[in-house]
């Protein structure tokens, strides 16, 4: 591992040396043709969610009299369902707070662990980091039937703590790992330094350490956040009562008629609860690149 | 503190004097640093876990507990001859043939469709993201909104994408059948029944897989990429290597240790993948596309064999396994991050 | 002062006329005089339902529970799942004794954890006794043993559903009585272009109804009288040849159903032929009276039958049951009782259930006589289904075991298997079997 992650990003990309030699024509047969046409295939899902959730029900199921692939009668009202005749605010809320308690959950530990394991070097750090890793790799689907009866056991049944108590075992491995890699890109002067002066370790974590990682922080935060949006098998197991749920366990259940799918309202659910991860990586997402770059090599 | 009054210490590693003196409150230290971390481990995972795998030898119900019956569960789902069952599905899936099964009938085809779905997925992901890593590689303008949009498969929640490719794979509605006849590949009167048909509706989750998967892997690779030296490649240039070769020699050499950590997450989140399935097609259609993961779902939650479910889920255990030694060994060229003298 | 009898024949005449004014009137004198069990002080009660069919429906069942809470001053919280959910929820909450105190799911919900029930056999026997006794298929549901551990609150009716111009584009005049005929039917609608389609997805609703009538109209069964399981035998056999005929005739990606697909379908003229509650029907209506020609011509051309008769001799049909239970963990078992009867009133529920627009059929005799089923002459196929209907698990009990074949799909996947051609009917039978026999252990 070099001392070095976030830095190396931001360091222009003429990797490949040889792209001045190219025509325009072979630049255009081997980058843009085919760049193009894996985004378009990347992107199509969310053009057809977005048409679907403004187009009016009866060119839903028209393929014949009207082109498909456009409308001109956009309607609002798969949207105004969405909004005022469910409970999709309070959905929207609950995948926040669950999202926002796991995660700051999960950081505050991570801090800790990914500290202790790259600085306080105890005796059997090495084999606590191997068994964090490990643990990230435990997949909700083995867990989620246990888990079932002990959430139970410890009384979280139905409540939103049954997800921000649970989430962080998916998040702490890997945002450990993450800022594992950030910890020890910090210079050991400043921690001795510190140490010199007489700050405990609980100051150097807090007015060094963390300052100094905070790229590695938001990294962090952005990944467990996503993960959290994410999460259907326990939100799905755990979570019963309406009020409680979360946007993807919601969204699936919620716009049947019975035997009816409301399609414009379920595309324009899934369409609202994409939005907030869509805006945080729109900010965020050269941070990303940066944290999986910082992550990834050594 | 016991920290107050070091020496300034001459280099920078850890075994130097000052560090050594920390050692014998060091490890108390690290226990409460440990602490939070550890107490959502073991209590969320590492004993579920435990009782996951207990559970498997109960014929524990929803409602009542259950008794211990040993390896019975086991034995009703893989049979007396689960190898000879494991290799018989398999051909008879691939190959039409019809041996008997002395298991489970369908926990033998969720294995085969779990093996087929991660496979497939797994190695087209792979080769789709390194070809996106490569491009996304190369300089060219507005290569950071490139980059962002790219992503957005990865970030959007996998349920509501999966909800969105239900309704391009309708039976009835599908945009795709309608494109395709569009440009005459389809006759026109002809509706294809994208999750009805089973090879098709194979390929079809596997396709969604993919689709949501390949961002991930590519903008990983990307980040690999970036480390490699410019160097390096100009140093090739001059030496006259084709891209091919630069790639052969350089790229991938450089590459292999994120790929090995790439693909081991990819290959085991596909291995346990639910939400998509679950989604798409809730195992069917005829289970062609049940995965272990929702096998386990469908037979505990939805049957009531909390039990039978539990064993399910712990068979995908050995699978698992495998996978991560077959990457740790097999592709894994370095150490891991957690620090083993690598600093 | 009138007398209940009276009351009941002059609600019944004057249809929902009378009862929807006084509705609240109504429920205070209720509560005052007929209530067997007086909720709990502070009780407040959440109530788990599937998610309504008919938006009507829906609008009539709130009132009735608006009227409860005003007449009681029992608030009631109505939660919604979709069809398939409410068992996976309920199943939950009685492992882990918590949740919402009442659950209204279908067929043999409550017999998947019997001991969880609230024992509503004082409701059950008044609500019988007062209005002419329960369809013997309601008592089945609702009973597990002597005890009443949920209510039969209504039947959902699984009917052929068909377009009228397309059987006679075919050469038919109506839907055959008997399965040959039937088969011939579903081969013409495929010949002259207009195919039919049944739901072969993991759909509780529409692919058990008509796969467990394929088995049954043949003669087959999962288990005997005494819970043996008889499946794999010639019986079965045939009906697995018959569905794979049946399958062959129909429109491609029925294996994909579930219980929308063939609605969706149905309105988008994709298939002619199909089996569903009235909803498509109701569907159609509302469609065409929002302005939708194509909808009202569907609407015009459509009409409901019952489901052919096999070799077995007699009607096989397998309509929904929705049973209303209470869980022992509730803490307000009398307030969960009241409840129950006072939806079950006929004061209430014939208008709910005309609010559902023959999408519900009653589970008592005194609904024979509920004025609405003189409304629509395409609709009458639906009134009998309490009446029509075998019961889950066949000749067997109705019971966890029967509940567990039905969770677990068994007949569903053997059709299914046998239809797709994935495994040979003896196969598919075998497979059955195997299922079974572990489910009935």
């Known amino acids: 591992m070099t001392d070095q992650a976030a830095p190396t990003v931001a360091q222009e990309d003429h990797r490949e040396g040889m792209d001045y030699l190219e025509t325009p024509l072979s630049r255009l047969v081997t980058l843009w043709i085919p760049l193009i046409i894996i985004m378009v295939v990347l992107l199509f899902p969310f053009y057809w969610m977005g048409l679907t959730a403004v187009k009016p029900n009866n060119e839903l199921i028209d393929l014949e009299t009207t082109n498909p692939l456009w409308t001109w009668n956009p309607t609002l009202s798969h949207i105004y369902v969405l909004l005022f005749e469910t409970a999709y605010p309070t959905w929207l809320w609950n995948t926040m707070s669950v999202a926002i308690g796991a995660t700051i959950l999960s950081l505050i530990a991570s801090v800790g662990a990914a500290y202790a394991i790259v600085r306080i070097k105890y005796r059997g750090a090495n084999w606590v980091g191997g068994a964090i890793f490990l643990a990230y790799l435990v997949p909700p689907s083995i867990l989620f039937i246990p888990l079932a009866t002990i959430i139970v056991q410890y009384g979280l049944f139905d409540t939103p703590f049954a997800l921000i108590l649970t989430y962080p075992t998916i998040l702490i491995p890997f945002s450990t790992w993450l800022l594992m890699g950030y910890f020890k890109t910090i210079p050991f002067e400043l921690e001795e330094c510190a140490l010199i002066d007489g700050a405990t370790r609980w100051q150097i974590l807090t007015k060094i350490v963390l300052p100094l990682a905070i790229p590695g922080l938001i990294s962090a935060f952005i990944f467990c956040f996503t993960l959290c949006w994410n999460e259907y098998i326990y939100a799905l197991t755990f979570i019963s009562n309406a009020d409680n749920k979360t946007v993807p366990v919601a969204i699936v259940t919620s716009f049947t008629d019975g035997d009816v799918f409301r399609w414009g309202s379920i595309m324009a659910g899934a369409l609202a609860g994409s939005l907030p991860l869509v805006i945080l990586y729109a900010f965020f997402v050269e941070h990303y690149v940066a944290a999986m770059t910082g992550a990834v090599k050594e | 503190m016991a920290e107050i009054g070091l020496d300034r210490p001459v280099e920078r590693r850890e075994t130097s004097g000052a560090w050594a003196r920390l050692q014998t409150n060091r490890n108390w230290l690290g226990f409460w640093f440990m602490l939070p971390a550890a107490a959502f481990l073991v209590l969320f995972l590492a004993y579920p876990l435990g009782l996951g795998v207990y559970l498997s030898f109960t014929d524990t119900r929803i409602g009542r507990d259950g008794a211990w019956v040993g390896l019975e569960n086991y034995e009703w789902l893989m049979g007396m001859a689960p190898i000879a069952d494991f290799f018989g599905t398999i051909a008879n899936e691939l190959f039409g043939t019809r041996f008997a099964i002395s298991g489970d009938t369908v926990f033998w085809l969720s294995v085969f469709n779990t093996l087929l779905y991660t496979i497939v997925a797994s190695v087209i992901k792979f080769a789709v993201g390194l070809y996106l890593a490569l491009l996304l590689n190369r300089h060219m303008p507005f290569k950071a909104i490139i980059r962002a949009v790219v992503l957005i498969p990865f970030i959007v929640p996998t349920v509501l994408s999966a909800i969105a490719f239900w309704w391009i794979f309708d039976t009835q509605f599908s945009i795709l059948t309608w494109m395709l006849q569009g440009i005459g590949l389809v006759a026109a009167d002809h509706q294809i029944a994208w999750l009805g048909e089973e090879t098709l509706a194979r390929a079809s989750v596997i396709f969604a897989n993919i689709w949501r998967g390949v961002p991930f892997i590519a903008i990983t690779l990307l980040a690999g990429l970036q480390t490699v030296p410019g160097s390096l490649y100009e140093a090739a240039v001059i030496d006259g290597a084709t891209r091919w070769q630069m790639f052969k020699h350089i790229t991938y050499p450089l590459l292999t240790p994120i790929i090995a950590v790439v693909m081991t997450f990819s290959v085991l989140f596909t291995f346990t993948d639910f939400q998509l399935i679950w989604v798409l097609t809730r195992g069917g259609p005829v289970n062609s596309t049940h995965l272990m993961a929702t096998l386990s779902y469908q037979r505990a939650i939805l049957g009531g064999y909390l039990g039978e479910g539990a064993a399910i889920s712990t068979a995908m255990i050995p699978f698992l396994l495998a996978a991560i030694m077959f990457s740790w060994f097999g592709l894994q060229r370095r150490k891991w991050q957690h620090g083993e003298g690598n600093d | ?441």
């Open chain 3, 1 to 441: 002062m009138i007398s209940r009898r009276s009351l009941l024949k002059s609600t019944a005449a004057l249809g929902t006329a009378m009862a929807g004014v006084n509705l609240v009137g109504w429920a205070k004198a209720w509560a005052a005089t007929e209530m067997l069990n007086t909720p709990e002080d502070g009780a407040t009660l959440q109530l788990l339902r599937w998610k309504r069919f008919v938006q009507s429906e829906e609008d009539s069942f709130l009132k009735l529970v608006a009227a409860f809470t005003e007449a009681t001053g029992v608030p009631v919280e109505v939660l919604n799942e979709s069809l398939d959910d409410v068992q996976p929820k309920a199943s939950v909450a009685a492992n882990v004794d918590q949740g919402p105190d009442m659950f209204w799911g279908l067929y043999s919900l409550p017999h998947l954890f019997a001991e969880k029930c609230l024992d509503v056999s004082d409701v059950c026997g008044h609500i019988g006794q007062k209005y002419g006794g329960w369809a013997p298929s309601a008592e089945t549901y609702g009973k597990s043993g002597d005890k009443w551990i949920a209510m039969p609150v209504a039947y959902n009716a699984n009917l052929i559903n068909y377009r009228i111009s397309a059987i006679e584009e075919a050469g038919f005049s109506e839907i055959p009585g008997d399965t040959e005929g039937f088969l011939e039917l579903n081969k013409a609608l495929k010949g002259i272009g207009k195919p039919g389609g049944m739901a072969l997805g993991f759909a509780s609703g529409d692919g058990n109804a008509w796969t467990h009538w394929c088995l049954w109209s043949h003669g087959g069964n999962l288990v005997d009288e005494n819970d043996n399981v008889v499946i794999n035998s010639p019986e079965t056999e045939a009906a697995l040849t018959y569905a794979k005929a049946l399958y062959d005739a129909w429109i491609p990606g029925t294996a994909s159903w579930n219980d929308a697909f063939n609605n969706k379908a149905f309105l988008a003229e994709e298939v002619f032929l199909t089996n569903n509650g009235v909803s498509i029907y109701a569907a159609a209506k509302r469609n065409a009276a929002e302005g939708d020609a194509k909808a009202a011509e569907i609407a015009e051309d459509m009409d409901h039958a019952f489901w052919p008769i096999g070799p077995a001799g007699s009607p096989t049909e397998f309509h929904i049951c929705y049973p209303l239970l209470g869980m022992t963990y509730t803490k307000y078992p009398s307030a969960v009782k009241a409840f129950m009867q006072f939806m079950m009133e006929a004061e209430n529920y014939q208008p709910w259930l005309e609010g559902a627009v023959a999408y519900l059929s009653h589970s008592y005799a005194a609904g024979d006589d509920f004025a609405f089923w003189g409304n629509d002459p395409k609709l009458a196929a639906a009134k009998p289904a309490a009446y029509r209907t075998l019961t889950a698990g066949g000749k067997g009990s109705v019971g966890e075991k029967a509940a567990s074949a039905l969770a677990d799909f068994v007949v569903l996947s053997m059709i299914a298997n046998a239809c797709s051609g994935r495994a040979t009917p003896a196969d598919a039978m075998k497979v059955a079997e195997r299922q079974a026999q572990r489910i009935y252990r």
